[in-house]
Antibody
Framework: EVQVLESGGDLVQPGGSLRLSCEVS????????MTWVRQAPGKGLEWVSS????????YYADSVKGRFAISRDTSKNTLFLQMNSLRAEDTAVYYC?????????????WGQGTTVTVSS | QSVLTQPPSVSAAPGQKVTISCSGS????????VSWYQQVPGTAPKLLIY???KRPSGIPDRFSGSKSGTSATLGITGLQTGDEADYYC???????????FGGGTKVTVL
């Protein structure tokens, strides 16, 4: 069964850092694009970042560019989102997902989400 | 302000049909595949439609998708109470090289 499982969400102070992990199973990470999507409380879905299959080109929303970094460890079948200089507006549920918006198959598998709260 | 424009809400009686529009531009919908997602409050989103009009295994044929030019539409026929959820369209922005979602549409079954 194809699954993705996020972890690492926590309460962090403004300006702090956090690394989210996403362990995947049932498929080989390097063969698929992967995406992070977030949802602030009471708000809609916001695309955060994607990493391509193969060579792994990376893409970021303007709201996180320069602060967040997406990466993967193919030997551990794990995707990461390193989040630095966190702000209150980064508070959200963060979803790890298999696939990429705009591509043929879209985002076809979603995790259950991990909660990041940025507050003093 | 989302790059893709959806109506905030639509509603209809059980058994009826609703359509949800998703308006974009040449660099978004006009040049990329559109997918649709259903999100029941408190749960993760689920893929409903991919490649503009295809349904994943397990999605009933009451759900349909279409795309024309820079707009896409999700249709739900035979509306059921279990269809009450938020629905999002999504695609890629080829100019900005970013993913984009619509603002979401809340479907209410009267």
């Amino acid at each position: 069964e194809v699954q993705v499982l996020e972890s690492g969400g926590d309460l962090v102070q403004p300006g702090g850092s956090l690394r989210l992990s996403c362990e995947v199973s049932g498929f080989t990470l390097i063969r698929y694009a992967m995406t992070w999507v977030r949802q602030a409380p009471g708000k809609g879905l916001e695309w955060v970042s994607s990493i391509g299959d193969g060579s792994g080109d990376t893409y970021y929303a303007d709201s996180v560019k320069g602060r967040f970094a997406i990466s993967r460890d193919t030997s551990k079948n794990t995707l990461f989102l390193q989040m630095n200089s966190l702000r209150a507006e980064d508070t959200a549920v963060y979803y790890c997902a298999k696939g990429c918006l705009g591509r043929k198959y879209g985002i076809d598998v979603w995790g259950q989400g991990t909660t990041v709260t940025v507050s003093s | 302000q989302s790059v893709l424009t959806q109506p905030p809400s639509v509603s209809a009686a059980p058994g009826q049909k609703v359509t949800i529009s998703c308006s974009g531009s040449g660099s978004t919908i006009g040049n990329n595949y559109v997918s649709w997602y259903q999100q029941v409050p408190g749960t993760a989103p689920k893929l409903l439609i991919y490649e503009n009009n295809k349904r994943p295994s397990g999605i009933p044929d009451r759900f349909s998708g279409s795309k024309s030019g820079t707009s896409a539409t999700l249709g739900i026929t035979g509306l059921q109470t279990g269809d009450e959820a938020d629905y999002y369209c999504g695609t890629w922005d080829s100019s900005l090289r970013t993913g984009v979602f619509g603002g979401g549409t809340k479907v209410t079954v009267l």
